[in-house]
């Protein structure tokens, strides 16, 4: 069994991304323009007719988006591959494979997530001390299994064929602790920006405008964040493949490797 080391990994994982940071800004681009048009236009005191469907647009782009770009950036990290010159915004038979397996592995700390936030809502004295124990015991566990199952991904991104999530949580068995620690050393410094801006504008007058605030700048951090998982998880993919440590494995990953 290979072990994975979750800062090593990480580090690697920023290393490409700075290597191939043109081919990952041209990717992104289109993207970002689409999300944050999308975010000022939900500005716009629209009447509900228009607003209900502008709200549904944006919460269907996002998926669309992450999937897309987390797709072709594991292939630019594995096979070096480079993205055609004008900006585009690809979504093909490989894309929507990748936001179906993105989606299911969402739902897993998306579930209890949800249902803690129910519970603050609530505004029982004793929800925040159950949110923290939910967050523990419940939360933790999907985001490492979550960790696991985003390993299909980057096989996705190399048209590994057949029923890969159950492929992928055979070959990480034991690895949730070390892959959830070098994911979010991927994901916390591109989303805290974000999460400290809300906090810091949400009272007063400006409370109204904070979650939009937030959004906008969240557009351009959160391809950060998934240029980073991108890179971190198809190293981890080259790693499980070819039971090599992380710069052999992804040398030979170029080689497309199978788990199966």
Avoid: N
Wanted: glycine fraction near 6%.
């Amino acid at each position: 069994m290979v072990k994975i080391a979750p800062v090593h990994t990480a580090w690697a994982a920023y290393l490409a991304c700075i290597r191939h940071h043109r081919a990952l800004l041209q990717l992104s681009l289109g993207w970002v323009t689409l999300l944050a048009g999308l975010v000022f236009a939900g500005m716009v005191p629209w009447p509900e007719v228009i607003a209900w469907p502008l709200r549904l647009a944006t919460l269907a782009a996002v998926p669309i988006a992450a999937a897309a770009f987390f797709v072709a950036g594991c292939r630019v990290v594995l096979l070096d591959e480079e993205p055609p010159l004008l900006i585009t915004l690809r979504f093909g038979a490989r894309e929507r494979r990748g936001a179906i397996h993105l989606l299911a592995i969402a739902l897993l700390p998306g579930m209890p997530l949800l249902l803690l936030v129910l519970l603050l809502g609530t505004g029982a004295w004793w929800a925040p001390l159950a949110a923290l124990a939910g967050l523990l015991l419940l939360v933790a566990p999907a985001l490492a299994a979550s960790a696991r199952l985003a390993i299909s991904l980057p096989a996705i991104a190399i048209d590994e064929p057949g029923e890969l999530l159950p492929v992928v949580w055979r070959h990480s068995r034991g690895c949730g602790p070390h892959l959830l620690y070098g994911w979010l050393l991927c994901l916390l410094p591109w989303f805290l920006p974000s999460a400290l801006l809300f906090l810091a504008l949400d009272h007063g007058a400006t409370a109204a405008s904070a979650a939009s605030m937030a959004e906008l700048l969240a557009c351009p951090l959160g391809f950060l964040a998934l240029a980073a998982s991108a890179a971190f998880f198809a190293y981890v993919f080259a790693q499980l493949a070819e039971g090599a440590p992380v710069e052999d494995g992804v040398a030979d990953a170029r080689k497309e490797p199978r788990l199966v």
